[in-house]
Structures are given as C-alpha cells and as structure tokens.
C-alpha cells in the first residue's frame, strides 16, 4: 500500500472516534488516565494528518479520495477528499483539539466528568475531520448536523451560568439553519442528475438545473444554513451567548473551528454548485458582509466581558471572510481561505489565553481582572499582547496576510466595499488595546500580587499558535501555494475571470494601441499567465 492509496481521510476519521470510545467505555479504572489518553490519542491524529500533509501535490485537485457505495439507491455516498482548503482545515481541526484538552488538564477535578468532557472533544474531531472532507452533498449534511450534539453538551454539561439556555439557543440556531439546509438537499436530488453519483459534489459542479428560479432558491438554502453556521449578521446572536456561557476550550473549538464550516460550505457547495444563483445574490451578501464587520466590531467594544468581546470580534472577522469568498477574484479567495486559518489560530489563543485569566482572577469581567496585572503576570501580559495584534492584523503576524489579500481582491472587483472594509481595522486595534488596557496597563493592585504567571503547560498550550501566527506571518508561501490553485478554480466555476490591472485594461482599450503599448500588453499578459497580479 503506497502514499496514494492509503485511507488517510477514513484513519483521520475514524481515531478520534474510536479513542472516544475508549475513553467513555472504560470504566473507572481507565477514567483516572482519560485526561492522558486523549491527549495521547489526539496528538497521534495530529502525528497522522502531518504525514498525509507531506503527500499533498499543491495542484488543485482533489486528493486522498475514497469513495464507497452506501445508499445507493438514493445516490448516497461515504465519500471523502481533500483540496488545499479541506486540507489546512482538517490540519487546524487536529492541531486545536491537542492544546485544548491540554488546556482543560485541571478544569475538572471530578475523573468521571473530565473522560466526559474528553470523549466528547474526540467526538467533535471525529466530525470536524469528516465534514472538512465530505465530498458527497449529503454526506456533508449529516455531518453538518451531528457536530451539534457533542457541542451541545460541551456548552451545556460543562459552561457556566446560563449553559443550559445557550446551548439550547445555539441548537435552535443551527437546527433551523439545517432544516432549511434539507429542503436544499432534498431539491439537489429531485433536480439533479440522480443515479448512483447523484449526491457528488463533482458531478453537481456545472450542472444545469433547469430553472433560474429553483437554483436560486437552492442556493439559499444553502446559503441561509452557512450563514447561521459562520455566523454572518443578523444571524450571529447565538454565538455571543454560546461562547460567554461555554468553557473557553469549547469555545476554541466552536469559533476556531465549527463556525469554519459555514464560509467552507459556501465555497465548496454554494460557488461551484450554483454559479447564477451566487452571482443574483453577491450584491447583498457582499453588503451584509461590511455590515459584520463593523456590527462586530462595535458590540466587542461595549462589552465587559472578555468571552463575550472574543465572540463578537469573531463576528467582525468573518465579515472579512465572506467579503473575500464574494469578491470573486483569486487574491480574495486565497485570502478568504488563509484567513479562516488565521483566524482559528489567533481566536483560539485569545480564548485559551482569557481562559487562563478567568482561572486566576475568578470573573470574566475584564474590568475586575486588572487593572495592572502585566506586573506579576509579565508572560501572561505578552502572550495576550502578540495574539491581539494578530487578530487585528498587525503585519509580520498571520493574520496580516489573509486580511490584506482580502483588502486587495475585494479592491479589484469591489473598490468600495474594500475601502470602507479596511475602517474595520482601526476599530478592530480599538477594542483589542483597550481590552489590554483594562487588564494588564496600571498601577499594580495590592490583591493581584499573588497572581501566578503562566506555567509551563500553558505555555506550551499557546506556544505552537503563536509559533504559527509568526511563521505564517513572516513566511505564508507554503499556504498560499496548497490554496491559489483552489481559489482560481472556485472562481472560474462561479463564472468569473480575473479582473485585469488597470494599465492593461486602459491599453486594451485605446483605439490605436501603438508598438510600445502592445509590447507592454504582452508582458502584462504574460505576467498574469505566470500567476503574477
């Protein structure tokens, strides 16, 4: 058996689910080590999804693909397979599971509840792998809907005060959104081309379904569902509830992560599968995109609690997201893509990071938690200050990257939308500084200097991001190279080609272009041929 032919995706599937098994069915005697079984085993799917990465070809194509009959009569497959931007997905999903249950260590001291808890983070990467894999439409709504039930009971069984009704609230959500999402699954097989491939999402891409209207309305329900998932204003308000009330590893996983699902959706399903559709509908979600980004941005700033602030800054940055995925350009695309990386690195951490600090002072009150703490906790006060400046895009950090990309393909499809996006930026420097500034600047207070400062499990919980957000900051090539082919590929399927540079586009419309400007046209064109814009 070779590289190729290995079931990497079903392996990366199915570990995680079995050490779940392992964890919950053990019984008392193994419950006392579930912490470092799961550890364990997560950090061999980790192992794992780095060994299959090395065997990546950056071409575009979909690789590591299985596919095995499992409904047939319906069209229905287990069907898996990775593309650049499934790939860093499924790698994000099994990098943040490890540093979360490392995080968690001493969250609960009752072994029961900790194997619990465990067993039910292995769940979700079970499901998080395969959704980021799915290649079958509804293959992927299943998944899509089974990653609620472990999350529910993260939120619910573990959260603080107020659990109970932001789960229940962040079920309603998302079932909603999925239901809508079923009336668009059950039309891609009552308009689709059926058979025995009828749910394959290759064979769905460029396929004529009959009617502007119907596509359109597929689309939606699509759409509708990504939206909730994202999640895109005005259907966000869950997630504030969900992450205030949560565990802070839950909440790494439920916006690092899951709400990830929602903007892949859209570029794996919605682009490709409904191209008319995507382009009726742009206009509005490109405008409901600028309003997240300010919408989130503003509400982080009036908040006092620290979780609260992290979850609708997140709001903000998936307005940056969707903006990217609409503008319909490579730059953008990429960019879109790499920032859903960046944004779980850098939101994860700012949750593990708060996580720390509720521990320490016993509030999620960022006004109760300082002011002065960065002179007992200098680390603590440090590693806050470099994950903050990588959510707002401070360059050398990652998150400059992708944000930038965005800016500058929204720019060339979309001057004004990119313009007015790029204000988002100084209120993003606003609520994170602020927030610093409550904590940690000051005199020191006489009750914060017992504080302990990190140790040494928890630096290594938010030095492997942090490591990231620099190296991809300073160096993205590898990245972009597994997305640029994707991007370009999601783009021409959505029925759009690159926007020329504007010196091109004026030479090409003189009416009597002389000998230097038609050398100039040539090198411009080669240019862009060589993947240059």
């Given at each position: 058996?070779?590289m ?25 005697a193994?419950?006392?080590f ?5 550890f ?34 319906f069209?229905?497959?287990?069907a898996?397979g ?10 994000l ?15 609960q001291p ?5 194997a ?5 983070v ?21 998944l899509?809907?089974a990653?609620?039930?472990p999350?529910?009971f993260m ?12 789960a ?10 999925g ?22 999402i290759?064979s ?6 009959g009617?502007?209207s119907?596509e ?11 939206a ?29 992560v ?8 859209m570029?794996t399903l919605?682009?490709p ?16 995109a600028?309003?997240s ?25 998936f307005?940056f ?9 490579s730059?953008?695309e ?19 990071l708060?996580?720390f ?17 960065q ?15 990588s ?7 990652s ?6 990309m ?13 313009v007015?996006s790029?204000l988002?930026?100084i ?20 009750d914060l200097a017992?504080t302990?400062?990190?140790n040494?499990r ?13 190296v991809?900051?300073?160096?993205p090539k ?21 926007p ?31 993947g240059?814009?």
């Amino acid at each position: 058996m070779t590289m190729e032919t290995f079931p990497w995706l079903t392996v990366l599937i199915a570990a995680p689910a079995v050490g779940a098994l392992v964890v919950w069915l053990g019984g008392p005697a193994l419950q006392r080590f579930a912490r470092q079984i799961a550890f364990g085993w997560s950090v061999v799917v980790l192992a794992l999804a780095v060994v299959m990465a090395t065997g990546f070809k950056a071409d575009g194509s979909i690789q590591f693909a299985e596919r095995y009959e499992w409904i047939p009569q319906f069209g229905v497959s287990y069907a898996v397979g990775v593309n650049g931007v499934g790939l860093t997905m499924v790698l994000l999903s099994a990098l943040l599971v490890p540093l979360v249950l490392l995080a968690a260590w001493k969250e609960q001291p009752d072994p029961a509840k900790a194997a619990h808890y465990a067993a039910l983070v292995l769940c979700l990467e079970t499901f998080m792998i395969a959704v980021f894999a799915a290649r079958d439409v509804f293959f992927f709504y299943l998944l899509f809907e089974a990653m609620l039930i472990p999350v529910y009971f993260m939120i619910g069984s573990f959260g603080g005060p107020g659990a109970k009704k932001a789960a229940v609230k962040f079920l309603l959500y998302s079932l909603a959104g999925g239901l809508v999402m079923l009336a668009g699954v059950i039309a891609v097989w009552t308009s689709g081309p059926r058979g025995r491939t009828g749910f394959m999402i290759d064979s769905l891409i460029g396929f004529d379904w009959g009617s502007t209207s119907v596509e359109r309305l597929m689309f939606l329900s699509f759409f509708v569902a990504f939206a909730v998932k994202a999640p895109m204003f005005p259907v966000h308000t869950w997630l504030p509830d969900a992450a205030q009330a949560a565990k802070p590893g839950t909440s790494v996983l439920l916006v690092g992560v899951l709400d990830k699902v929602g903007t892949f959706g859209m570029i794996t399903l919605c682009l490709p599968l409904f191209p008319e559709a995507t382009t009726w509908a742009a206009p509005v979600i490109v405008v409901l995109a600028v309003v997240s980004i300010f919408w989130g941005a503003l509400l982080a700033l009036g908040q006092s609690d620290i979780l609260r602030m992290i979850a609708y800054t997140s709001v903000s940055h998936f307005g940056f997201i969707v903006l990217g995925v609409f503008a319909f350009t490579s730059t953008a695309e990429i960019g879109a893509s790499f920032y859903m990386v960046n944004h779980g690195l850098s939101t994860g951490a700012l949750f593990l990071l708060a996580g720390f600090l509720i521990a320490r002072r016993g509030t999620q009150d960022m006004t109760k938690m300082g002011p002065g703490l960065q002179r007992t906790t200098p680390l603590l006060a440090g590693t806050f200050l470099v994950v903050g400046l990588s959510a707002v895009a401070l360059p050398g950090l990652s998150t400059f990257v992708s944000e930038f990309m965005v800016l500058v393909g929204t720019y060339q499809r979309i001057p004004a939308a990119a313009v007015i996006s790029a204000l988002g930026v100084i209120m993003a420097a606003l609520y994170i500084l602020i927030a610093y500034q409550k904590i940690f600047t000051g005199p020191k207070q006489d009750d914060l200097a017992d504080t302990p400062d990190l140790n040494g499990r928890e630096l290594w919980v938010v030095a492997p991001l942090i490591a990231l957000m620099l190296v991809f900051g300073l160096y993205p090539k590898p990245a972009i190279d597994w997305l640029k082919a994707p991007a370009a590929e999601t783009v021409e399927q959505a029925g759009y080609k690159e926007p020329l540079p504007e010196v091109l586009e004026n030479l090409l419309s003189a009416p009597d272009p002389g000998a230097e400007s038609l050398v100039t046209v040539g090198r411009a064109s080669s240019s862009l041929e060589g993947g240059q814009s």
